[in-house]
């Protein structure tokens, strides 16, 4: 993954129907993101292994909320909880498409995400 600034787009699996939009900046192996409701910093490191040409990578994140969520009577997933998370993913060029896990208090739930490079660092 190179340095730089993404879209993250993120999509619960498992009959959850959640999503999430943000960004991450990628910097050096840390991660920093968030969005209008939710913060978010981490590590990530570069994998040994390919998947049909692309290179893989791995990482580990919290989530924190920031500000109350208020627009709709629903409530977000994560709210109230610090959430952790692990992912594995693949990348190629200035895309990125990872799988993982976050822990809700004792609930896990899966994800897929897509990532974007917005900017190059």
């Known amino acids: ?6 879209s993250i787009h993120i999509r619960m699996l498992d009959g959850i129907r959640a999503k999430a939009n943000g960004i991450i900046i990628l910097r050096d192996g840390r991660l920093l993101g968030g969005d209008p409701y939710f913060w978010t910093v981490g590590t990530s490191t570069l994998g040994d292994a390919t998947w ?3 290179a ?7 989530t924190r909320q920031h500000t109350p969520y208020s627009e709709t009577p629903g409530r977000p997933l994560f709210a109230g ?4 998370t692990g992912f594995t993913g693949r990348f190629a060029d200035d895309r990125s498409e990872v799988y ?4 809700i ?9 897509t990532l974007r ?3 190059a660092d």
């Open 81 to 84: 909880h610090d959430v952790t």
């Open 105 to 113: 208090g004792s609930r896990s739930v899966s994800f897929r995400a």
């Open 1 to 6: 993954m190179r340095n730089g600034m993404y």
């Open 52 to 54: 049909k040409g692309d």
């Open 100 to 103: 993982g896990t976050s822990l």
């Open 117 to 119: 490079l917005l900017a």
């Open 56 to 62: 893989t990578w791995k990482g580990e994140l919290l």
